[in-house]
């Protein structure tokens, strides 16, 4: 079931898609094309899943949040359900940083989040879930409204998951966490010119160590590591659905030498550009 719906004024796109055999494809074309967020649940077995060329465990009754850019592919997507959209159809809300398309779900972090679900959580998914294949079917003046309020309802109770899983007891301070998202939101946006923390410090008003401090306090990765983890996966990305070379690749991710591109990556994943390129070309091959 792949079900859409756009809003003519302001060409705001939501997708639903459940069970579908061709789940890959779709999120790989799609997420190529187009600026969407994706919000993926796995209701079946725990599964592997290949986000930007790099193979993960997708855990039994779970959720993933996933930012525009990356590429992702399922081991059994007839298992999942998925929930994609832009900040054209759920932009409204980007004053409330906590639940807003750049808020606390998608840039709070650096890196994936899977998200477990309890039973009464699963009880509260499956609700929303049918609400949305409901609300689909009906055909009205205020159906775009009814779907971004059931959206709403889907980001709150995912949000609310990962700060209790992921911050432990942890209470961020709005200004605090407001900084670790403006930080993320910003490297999402130069990391291919700018790799140094400093340039981030600077657009921040702050000085590279308060960043640090910070980042530290809350058992973050560092300023510095962020920039770089975006950059190894961009770089994965590149040539896991491309054939770009490695020189093209150095270039267009800021480097002005293939050389220091090549020692910076397999520093980061003790691999060569050449090996990672080909054991996961391998690795693809078995999630179909």
Not at 199 to 210: E, G, Q
Request: charged share 25%; aromatic share 12%; net charge neutral.
């Amino acid at each position: 079931m792949l079900l859409e719906h756009i809003v003519p004024k302001t060409n705001g796109k939501l997708i639903f898609i459940h069970q579908e055999q061709v789940l890959g494809l779709l999120f790989k074309e799609k997420t190529e094309k187009e600026q969407l967020l994706t919000i993926a649940l796995n209701t079946g077995e725990s599964q592997q899943m290949i986000i930007n060329g790099v193979q993960y465990e997708f855990p039994a009754e779970s959720i993933v949040p996933l930012v525009s850019g990356q590429v992702f592919k399922f081991e059994k997507p007839e298992n999942i359900t998925a929930w994609q959209y832009n900040r054209d159809f759920y932009c409204l809300v980007d004053a409330y940083h906590e639940i807003s398309c750049i808020g606390f779900l998608f840039f709070g972090f650096s890196g994936n989040i899977f998200l477990n679900l309890d039973e009464t959580h699963r009880g509260k998914i499956a609700n929303l879930k049918q609400m949305f294949m409901d609300e689909f079917n009906t055909r009205d003046t205020i159906q775009s409204d009814m779907l971004q309020m059931l959206l709403k309802q889907l980001v709150i109770i995912t949000t609310r998951l990962a700060k209790e899983q992921y911050i432990s007891e942890k209470i961020f301070e709005d200004d605090k966490f407001d900084l670790i998202r403006q930080y993320n939101l910003l490297v999402d946006k130069h990391y291919k010119k700018e790799h140094q923390v400093q340039f981030y410090a600077a657009a921040l008003n702050r000085s590279p160590k308060t960043l640090a401090n910070l980042f530290a306090q809350y058992n973050y990765r560092s300023p510095s590591l962020i920039i770089h983890d975006r950059i190894i996966s961009e770089a994965k990305r590149l040539f896991y659905y491309t054939d770009r070379s490695a020189k093209e690749i150095a270039y267009e991710l800021g480097f002005n030498e293939a050389a220091h591109f090549s020692r910076f990556f397999k520093n980061a994943t003790n691999q060569s550009t050449s090996d990672f390129r080909k054991n996961h070309q391998s690795a693809d091959k078995q999630i179909v």
